[in-house]
């Protein structure tokens, strides 16, 4: 069906929106909305409606969906103010309220090959209920709850959408095919485990499936004793939620390189940015730039690409390879609208936490961090950036439990060997210098090429007289950034303390940094 309106045309068999015969970019769930609006202008939209017909009953939040409002009026040249086509009705929903021309679309004929579930701008993800091997049907409470406590913990991470309990719970105790699955609830990955307890010790399965193509990504176990079962079941799932978001990027990014360039939508091209931005070199810095500015390019009010771009280039200013004066302001800018997308999305808060961290706003940035943290306490990077705000805010020891949760929390994160650098720092600035050597040399096993590690090597190495480290350190350092001087370190670093400035600066001076 077409729908005509003002100088817009919507077609929904060829998914495209014109304006003027010129289509205009649209995230595909925005789409859908417009269409569901539109075709549905005889009557108030409540939020269920929305919810119920866009979002699969997935958890979302109110600002969530008043950004995808927002992006439908954006493209039909209406705003919140005016309210022209698109009218808020209060405490009730929303209706089209413009003159509409209704025609049947032209035909199109379909492409050979088996259907797939219509997936949205973001993958879904469902967890279903955790499998009770114990054969005592009085233990499902406790699978029951590790299944919850997961959807929940995921719900959280925002790059994602989870499916509501009361549709992936269906399916327990009964045997259903994974892509049957995918296809009724619209999925691209499941989570799926089992449980079982055998006196004192329980033992806990999870996988992450790909629903598509049937492959598991991921498979973990975990075998406690039972002396606490609600700390056991907070711990596990801890570490199963930290676990899943890094391997769910890592296969949408595989699924992005995939595509040809041309055909690369705004979540494509965050993907792939994101794969740059954990990489942490200078070219890589440019990269994952350069494809965050083409996402939002095609949508502008695209949260996580925004608090993605700011993220990279504070994180780029803060290793030295931009100057800050010229990218704070932009970051800033891009924090704040990501912050005004969405104000519970972690992420954004992390962004403009960077932004005021390296602005020297410390009481600013901690408390972004922790309003991150509060959002989301199993994202090991708000963790790791909370923990070097508080070293260069005067409370390493803080610091260094902040950096060892980040760890603890996700051992296989691709910021891992930066987290070992942050404490490494907090060691430093202690004086604990031989933990520092450690710390940072443990980085640099993960990974070789770390600029922050090799600073604190450097000055560790200093302060304890050791010249042949100290010595290789600062050639390492110097290749990882060029432009390192003591006068870069004194003016573009932010402590809060002149003490820990002068003891930093100390140490690169003895390990020869002029």
Known sequence: MRFSFENNVLDGTLRELTRGGVPVPLQPQVFDLLLYLVA???????????????????????????????????????????????????????????????????????????????????????????????????????????????????????????????SSFTYKGRAV?????????GVRYVVEGSVRKSNNRVRITAQLNDAISGGHLWAERYDRELGDVFAVQ??????????IEPQIHAAENFRAHSKTPASLDAWDLLMRALSHYWRVTPRDHETARTLLERAIGIDPSYGRALSLLAANHMFGAHLGWSELATVAPVAEAAALAAVRCDHEDAWA?????SVCFST?????????????????????????????????????KDSFEAA??????????????????????????????????????????????????????????????????????????????????????????????????AHYLEGFRRAGLR
């Open 40 to 166: 549905q202008r005889g009557r108030v939209v409540s939020k269920d409606d929305l919810i119920s017909q866009i979002w699969a009953d997935r958890i979302i939040s109110d600002s969530a969906l008043n950004s995808r409002i927002n992006a439908a009026r954006k493209a039909i040249r209406d705003d919140g103010a005016t309210q022209r086509l698109i009218k808020t009705i209060p405490r009730k929903g929303f209706r089209f309220v413009g003159e509409v021309r209704e025609e049947a679309a032209a035909i199109v004929p379909a492409e050979a090959g088996p259907a797939l579930p219509r997936v949205a701008d973001r993958p879904a993800v469902a967890v279903l209920a955790f499998e009770n091997m114990s054969g005592d049907p009085a233990q499902d409470y406790f699978g029951d709850g590790i299944s919850e406590d997961i959807l929940t913990a995921l719900s959280k991470q925002r790059w994602f959408m989870v499916i509501a309990r009361n």
């Open 404 to 501: 060892q949760r980040a760890i603890r929390l996700s051992p296989r994160d691709p910021s891992l060997a930066i987290y070992h650098g942050i404490a490494g720092y907090a060691r430093f600035t202690e004086r604990r210098y031989d933990e520092a050597i450690a710390l940072a040399r443990e980085a640099i096993r993960h990974r070789g090429d770390l600029t922050g590690a090799y600073r604190v090597l450097a000055v560790s190495a200093g302060m304890t007289g050791d010249d042949m480290l100290a010595e290789t350190a600062l050639g390492e350092l110097r290749r990882a950034q060029p432009g390192i001087s003591l006068h870069w370190i004194a003016t573009q670093l932010p402590w809060a303390n002149d003490a820990d400035r």
């Open 177 to 185: 095919h994974i892509g049957q699955i995918a296809e009724e609830l």
């Open 349 to 353: 808060h992390v962004a403009l936490g």
């Open 234 to 243: 907070d711990e596990i799932t801890n570490a199963i939620a930290a676990a």
């Open 360 to 396: 020297r706003r410390l009481a600013d940035a901690l408390s972004e961090f922790e309003q991150a943290l509060g959002l989301n306490p199993n994202f090991s990077l708000a963790q790791g950036y909370y923990a070097l705000a508080l070293s260069y805010a005067g409370r390493p």
